[in-house]
């Protein structure tokens, strides 16, 4: 069974950090390419950023609102994926997936592996 | 950036309906489109890819269609565990876009 278990919930105030952390079991972590989607509270979804597999030298790519912000890393010998997240602000409040992709022989891609989320809240 | 227009923002239908959900993105993005159903305090799940490919383990009455920039999802005969918000997602280039989400409510 896949499982993708993130943690680092928490409060932080304007201008904090915090770290999101996700456990995956049940597929092959290391090939696939992995995203951070998060959901603001009662809104939609927005994709936050990649960062891809070994094969494809760990290149990471980032949504316009994070970027310069949010670090996306890997740690394939332990199965987990990181989301560093500096100057936070109160848009960043959210519901943070940690989610993996896959494709079809088509090349068609899509996010297939989804963690039960995580609640970043910034507040003073 | 593709930005993904969904309508309508909510709907109520009964029981063994039809539903149908419109997609529009705002320049081509081919077949390179993804539907996903999320309920409340749970993760999304993916339905569909590649416009019209029904995920393993998705009931069939389940669809999709489109090309170019206008797709459709169609629910071909509304469960009482279909209610809930679904959202189509590009996969076209590097910047993955979700449409704003379709709630689907009981009438």
């Known amino acids: 069974e896949v499982q993708l278990v993130e943690s680092g919930e928490g409060l932080v105030q304007p201008g904090g950090s915090l770290r999101l952390s996700c456990v995956a079991s049940g597929f092959t972590f290391s090939d696939h390419y992995m995203d951070w989607v998060r959901q603001a509270p009662g809104k939609g979804l927005e994709w936050v950023g990649r960062?891809?597999?070994?094969?494809?030298?760990?290149?990471?790519d980032y949504a316009a609102p994070v970027k310069g912000r949010f670090t996306i890393s890997r740690d394939d010998s332990k199965n987990s994926l990181y989301l560093q997240m500096n100057s936070l602000n109160i848009e960043d409040t959210a519901v943070y997936y940690c989610?993996?992709?896959?494709?079809?022989?088509?090349?068609?891609?899509?996010?297939?592996?989804w963690g039960q989320g995580t609640l970043v809240t910034v507040s003073s | 950036d593709i930005q993904m227009t969904q309508s309508p923002s909510s709907l109520s239908a009964s029981v063994g309906d039809r539903v149908t959900i419109s997609c529009r993105a705002s320049q081509s993005i081919s077949t390179s489109l993804n539907w996903y159903q999320q309920k409340p305090g749970k993760a999304p799940n993916l339905l569909i890819y590649?416009?019209?490919t029904l995920q393993s383990g998705v009931p069939s009455r389940f669809s999709g269609s489109g090309s170019e920039t206008d797709f459709t999802l169609t629910i071909s005969s509304l469960q009482p565990e279909d209610f809930a918000t679904y959202y189509c997602q590009h996969s076209y280039n590097i910047f993955w876009k979700f449409g704003q989400g379709t709630k689907v409510e009981i009438k």
């Open positions: 989610v993996g992709l896959s494709h079809d022989s088509r090349g068609y891609w899509f996010h297939d592996y």
């Open positions: 590649g416009a019209s």
């Open positions: 960062i891809r597999n070994k094969a494809n030298s760990y290149t990471t």
